[in-house]
């Protein structure tokens, strides 16, 4: 039988294949799985031998990657959090954008760019990688910080500057010298006042209309009760959005979809919304990964390693002294400068998008965007090693910064610039145990770990809780339970619960994967330890039984074995009335 010329097929394969493979390299060298993507996209490109992927698919796979990503960024847009800290993160992200650019600009005129190609170059090393700041944060426990949430506003800054830049790029493009045009300042101007004005009337819609009938719609789905509706609705408002935008009112995809994000996250359902985007997102999102590595020329480490090395040393060092002197400037602690700084140390999604449209515009030369992309694979390798260096004087000054109160309150960090009750040692690289024996280990704090856990503290018990979300985390704090922040699969995160010395671990997250990790690691942590898990199949139920659960709680059996408790009661009462009332049975009371 011939073979079948299916390009999209073996794009799709073999990128993600490769990128599975080379992930899991990374994840085991401890840096990021990006490194490992971005890796795959080069084997599969131009630039190197063997199999050579469509590039043009590819560029249609990464834009929905991009729709993906933003949508994802709108999501968990809070403009509460982002005020909390404005006071810090809107001056700094603004001057360091600023600083990076001139970095930047100098780096170019040295090259012989033009200055469009330098303010294009500048922006795209001027803003940090989400997903790598982000994880960078969680595996640290230091998100629900102070510390934690300057970086994530100031990163939501830079993120809402790149939106607009990318916005605005097609508009000034002639301005800039793209493709050689001479500029017509005329024209630029009513390019740029035109596109001004459709994005106004996008966002004035979405903000008026949109946030009714947005989340309008999700909950119609989620009324329906079918979680497969409920997760095609999801889809549909992300791309179909950022389609409409582009469509009707001239605008990008990753704004379309920023919004999109950003008006679902108003609604109650946005965190179950965020739960189904996930696995398509993050797929797409690897593919996106792909497509930009191959983009990449690894000729430039030879052709030009002096450029390279400028471009690295403006990502890591040049941004680190602008952000660690605008926090220090505003009196915030070296701790916090430091944790800044080597948070923005390095570059991602935005640098790509920003690079790939700039040498489409004919703005940015090829050689820009392969130092970009050299720049970004470098600095994500280097990312975990200064986050270490930050680190370690740190943790030699405070191995456990976390100090006791009163019996059942949380514990409070002496550092002063960490957020009242986070629990977590101001070393992050410092894992320290908890201090308590004898105590239940709670899994999750959502709607059924809450009510777990409240019931715990009502009886006087010992409780440490394990989350991530900021709400759930504040709400356990509120019922007395020590908290970890961090996801608990992870094995250094979980080895903090003593679970040698604890007396039970109940897990109530939803998911059998991450939940079979968290029992399979605790058993083999203490072989006497009673483990209590969520399921909601036979299959998880098995699943968790054979990976050392005491007891696996399917929810849907018990609520049947409540509802059939209650209708024997009901049927027994009604048999003592008949009894009772000679043959005759009343009707039971109300």
Excluded: C
Excluded at 15 to 44: N, Q, T
Excluded at 113 to 136: D, E, K, N, P, Y
Excluded at 168 to 176: E, F, I, S, T, V
Excluded at 515 to 531: F, H, M
């Amino acid at each position: 039988m011939p073979a079948h010329h299916t390009p999209l097929v073996s794009m799709i394969a073999i990128g993600l294949v490769l990128a599975f493979l080379l992930g899991l390299v990374a994840h085991r060298l401890r840096v990021s799985p990006l490194v490992g993507y971005l890796l795959a996209g080069i084997i599969v490109g131009p630039f190197t031998p063997g199999f050579v992927a469509d590039q043009a698919l590819a560029n249609e796979l990464a834009e929905i990657g991009v729709i993906l990503l933003m949508f994802a960024v709108g999501l968990h847009f809070s403009l509460k959090d982002l005020l909390s800290v404005r006071a810090v993160a809107l001056p700094g992200a603004v001057v360091q954008i600023g600083v990076a650019t001139l970095l930047g600009m100098a780096l170019a005129w040295a090259l012989g760019w033009q200055v469009g190609a330098g303010i294009v170059f500048g922006l795209a090393l001027s803003v940090a990688s989400t997903v790598v700041l982000i994880r960078a944060l969680q595996e640290r426990r230091i998100m629900d910080t102070d510390r934690g949430r300057i970086a994530v506003g100031w990163l939501i800054v830079e993120d809402l500057a790149m939106v607009l830049v990318l916005v605005m790029l097609p508009a000034l493009a002639g301005a800039l010298g793209g493709a050689g045009e001479t500029p017509d300042w005329y024209a630029i101007a009513f390019s740029a006042g035109m596109t001004l004005v459709k994005v106004a009337t996008f966002v004035a819609i979405m903000l008026i209309a949109g946030r009714r009938v947005v989340p309008w719609i999700m909950h119609y789905a989620a009324h329906t009760g079918s979680r497969e509706l409920f997760r095609l609705s999801v889809y549909a408002v992300a791309l179909g959005i950022a389609y409409g935008a582009a469509a009707l009112f001239g605008v990008s995809f990753a704004l379309g979809a920023f919004f999109a994000g950003m008006v679902l996250a108003e609604s109650p359902l946005s965190q179950r919304a965020t739960e189904e985007a996930l696995p398509l997102r993050d797929a797409f999102a690897v593919l996106f990964f792909v497509s930009v590595g191959m983009l990449f020329d690894p000729g430039v480490l030879v052709r030009s390693p002096w450029s390279v090395l400028a471009t690295v040393t403006i990502i890591v060092i040049g941004k680190s002294i602008a952000a660690y002197s605008i926090v220090r400037l505003f009196g915030r602690s070296n701790g916090t400068a430091l944790t800044i700084s080597a948070s923005l140390a390095q570059i991602g999604e935005f640098s790509f998008i920003l690079a790939g449209l700039g040498v489409g515009m004919g703005v940015l030369p090829q050689e820009g965007r392969d130092l970009i992309l050299a720049g970004a694979i470098i600095s994500i390798l280097l990312n975990p090693l200064i986050f270490a260096a930050v680190d370690r004087p740190r943790s030699r000054k405070a191995p456990d910064r976390t100090l006791p109160t009163s019996a059942g309150d949380n514990a409070v960090p002496a550092a002063a610039d960490d957020a009242v009750g986070a629990v977590v040692p101001d070393a992050a690289a410092d894992l320290t145990p908890t201090s308590l024996t004898d105590h239940d280990v709670l899994i999750g704090y959502g709607r059924v770990g809450s009510l777990v856990g409240s019931g715990l503290r009502a009886a006087g018990r010992p409780v440490l809780v394990f989350e991530e979300r900021a709400d759930e985390i504040e709400a356990a704090r509120r019922d007395g339970a020590e908290v970890v922040v961090g996801n608990a699969a992870d094995p250094e995160i979980l080895a903090t619960a003593n679970l040698p010395a604890a007396r039970r671990l109940i897990v109530t997250v939803p998911e059998a994967f991450e939940a079979g990790q968290v029992v399979e690691q605790a058993r083999a942590a203490n072989p006497n330890l009673e483990i209590v898990a969520r399921a909601h199949t036979d299959a998880a139920v098995e699943h968790l039984t054979d990976l050392g659960a005491s007891l696996a709680v399917m929810g849907e059996r018990e609520i049947a074995l409540r509802i059939l408790e209650r209708i024997e009661h009901d049927d027994e009462a009604a048999g003592a009335r008949l009894q009772a009332g000679g043959g005759r049975a009343d009707p039971p009371a109300d």
